[in-house]
């Protein structure tokens, strides 16, 4: 065997419940990150230190915020139901864990805040590698809760012996990385009349203009998108110890993270603890044991309401400039953002354990059984307040009422147990076999109240008793599910390795009658280059084939119909009414059918390699919630409504181009393209609203449904009209490369109430190229990150057409004629005065073109979202040993880290990665006043002693 051969054959891959098995012998794909690629550019979030790194995953920041929230989309969309998570497993050291995002509390929709996920509780510098196992194959035997892939998380463990510490620390500032264009010619003002104080941000006289009639007006406006957001700052220590001895392994660390945010008056903590033990009780048991502990929490603001806010604030005042001596806030004719960043408040205080067990017994050198138990446990405690006014002459206050509190707990408990014996044996001269049988228990149970109280009697005095409306909020959510697993595999002469599993999911969410289903799957590996005689330059290779069929049940309590409390109600009296859904109770278990083909090869002894993967999944009887008519008297309906179908490619490219005594260059290449598809759905209906209208103005707001034969994603909106000729209009979408319908006013028509397909969320490919320059002891890091074909709809962009203040409305002082045909489909040769009032032609233009014509549909705002960063560039440095104290400290590195320092997109605004939504939503189509993205400049030392 060749040292290639040989390399590659000690390769070790974490795979499902914990089981390691050498990566020649899977039969499906799986991509791994070790902790030195993870954690080069220091992000806070472990699902943001992903971000490039693996082809076939399209993960999405919530924004730059504070603890602020993140998602991972394994190949694609697998679920129809916008209320089902498309989130994959997290497992940490073996414990399935949660990554939900709570909005208790917080608000919905466009204006939710930034709260975040529960991956963000782990701190980045424990973790070891990170797996990702994606299709079913991969994660059969996890059951019906791996059916979005599988994100496999191992920390660090005790390693050698005696005892050795570590110190890691890490400052970073941070500034918003992208701001909206804006024009600085006009000022305050309605129909060109200069109002300064009113909610005319930008329709008034030019600046030169205004001075004429107001002195005091600042010689230009003020850059409040700019001003309105602080340079931000991070700080995360991380002190850990590791040793032990043959016996006792252990490693154990202590984290502290602080960060102040870009926008004023939020903050996050995070204070981390973990232990680590591995134990050698005899040479046939052996034992171990995982504890993590996290505090965390901070101040949140909704960056939806602040970014409205800032649309509606004119440049001619100082938007820093925000308070009177007294307290109340300097009155401009509409809120000041910064202002209701201060007093509406939000903080939550997060206290996590995460905790697991397991103890190995091998009776003989061919059978093993192992047993595993872990649990994640959380309380969430949230407490938002709005002080109510003083009673101060000329007083406003922010969205406050007449004040408020609310209280907030959330309590979450998963238990998870495992129960496997491990068989292995030879069969024959070249067969070696391995069966594996198990049994999982899984338990959740998730509580939650609230209570809000408004109309505070004292203005400050945020206690319940000094409410004086009281409104309740209780909820409980318990889920239990067994699973019966095997899984056997085949070794022949060390190339050939087949693979196949069952599995039998018994879940609480469905009927008797149903809620037991089995499928099975199947992968191959043909190892060929140890097969067959290739050409020396041809490494180790091999082709994967795998089938899977995956099982999925139903959200708890679809299968029944209740009631709820009824809300609106005076303090004092209580209702009940039925609950908004109609159960089901013959639902029946999704089921996805997935096929996988992979090609593997390296040459040039390693320094050429790639994994080119070919998917393709067909999900069938989808249960999701459908709109119903109202006269039944529920909103919604549990049904089997269809099925839905995602294929796709990934490539993985690698190698040393170059590889000398003192330089190595090292490059990885991620691609991956998935397309999706709704074949169909139940038997008639034809669409599915997964997402209602989204904020704008007039007829703006865009729908984002489901309808048979067209892929997931879809953005739908108002358009203008178009010029078909003799040609048949297509009803379901617009021609964009027709020319424009114009009126006899000069304007482009539009479609009013009526929508059509403007756009899809889904992108083309997403990519990711990294590259590692060595130079002795100096390294230079760089991730160039892509995501490429796909729209979003930009409600910022809708407001600033509005209010007068996106650069390409300082056109309006003049005569434009539209390009297009009119009725009679003759060329327009109408020019028409772009402004507000009565124009130099002696016409009345109203409200002008951009509130009467443009901000009142939908399709100047589903813009193209495409863009190429570099994600991340670091620069490190390991000082040689004789410059360190000798016999104390080991080693140590320092490093300068930069994130998102370049952007290339076309997008308006800010940066379209981010969406205004939480990190657990589906709906991701929307973007544009959610929490700026960040760019962030980090310095890093790491002392070992």
Known sequence: MNNDSRQLEEVVVTTGLGIS???????????????????INRQPNILNALQGKVAGATISSVGGGPGQGANIRI???????????????????????????????????????????????????????????????????????????????TTKKGKGTGVRTNFTSTYGFENVNKTPAVQTEYTAGILGVYTPIGLGPAWGPTIAEAKAIDPTHPDQLFENYKNAFDTGSQLRNTVSVTGGSEAIKFFSSVSQFNHDGMLPFTDYQNLSARLNTDIKISPKITAGVNMGFNNSGGYRFDADRYGESLTYYSGRWDVRDYINEDGTQKWRGTNNPIFGAATNRLRDNVNRYIAGANIGYSP????????????????????????????????????????????YLTSYRAINSTLLATATKQIT????????????VYDRSTKDHGVLGSVLSIYNDFRLVNAKTLAVSQGINQYRSNGFFGEATFDYKNYLFLTVTGRNDVTSTLSAANRSFFYPSASLSYVFSDNLKLPAFIGQSKLRLSYAQIGKDASPYSTSSGFSNYTGLPTGVTGLTISSNLGNPNLRPEFTDTYEAGLEMSFLKNRLNFDL???????????????????????????????????????????????TKNFTWDATLNFSANRNKVISLNDG?????????????????VTFKIIPGQPYGNIYGSYYLRYYGNSVEDPMRTDKSLPMLIGANGFPLNSTTKQKLLGNTMPDWVGGLSNNFTYKRLTLSTLIDARWGFEKFNRLDNFNSAFGIADYTANRRSFYTFPGKLADGT???????LNQGTGPDGVNYGEGYYRLYHRVLSEPFVQDASWIRLRSASISYSLPSKWLPAKTIRNANISVTGNNLFLRTDYYGLDPESISADSGSNVDGAAGMTYPAARTFLFTLNVGF
């Open 429 to 440: 001269k070249n067969i070696n076999g391995t069966l594996r049988l198990g049994y999982e």
């Open 21 to 39: 098995r050498q990566q020649k012998s899977l039969g499906y794909a799986a991509q791994g990150v070790k902790s030195e690629d993870l954690n």
């Open 364 to 407: 003989t050198s061919w059978l093993n059984f192992n047993y595993r138990v872990g649990v994640d446990t959380y309380t969430d405690n949230r407490k938002r307040t709005a002080p109510g006014p003083r009673g101060i002459s000329g007083e406003r206050v922010y969205d406050n009422a007449d004040g408020f509190v609310g209280e």
């Open 613 to 659: 993967t070919y998917y393709y999944s067909l999900s069938k009887d989808q249960i999701t919630r459908a709109q119903v008519s109202s006269t039944t008297g529920f909103v919604t309906a549990s049904i089997n409504a269809g099925t839905i179908r995602n294929k796709g490619i990934e490539l993985v490219l690698g190698g040393s181009p170059i590889k």
């Open 685 to 701: 209906l034809s669409e599915i609203v997964y997402g209602p209208g989204t904020g704008g103005y007039g007829n703006s707001p």
């Open 75 to 153: 190949r694609g969309i697998n679920s129809i139901d916008a209320s089902a998570s498309n989130d994959p497993l997290y497992v940490i050291d073996g414990i399935q864990i949660d990554n939900s995002t709570s909005t208790q509390g917080s608000g919905a929709g466009a204006n939710v805040r930034s709260v975040g996920n529960r991956a963000s509780d782990i701190n980045p510098d424990d973790i070891e590698t990170i797996n990702i196992l994606k299709g079913g194959a991969a994660t059969a035997l996890y059951g019906l809760r791996g059916s979005n892939g599988v994100v496999i998380i």
């Open 827 to 833: 060329d327009n040769t109408k020019s028409v005065w």
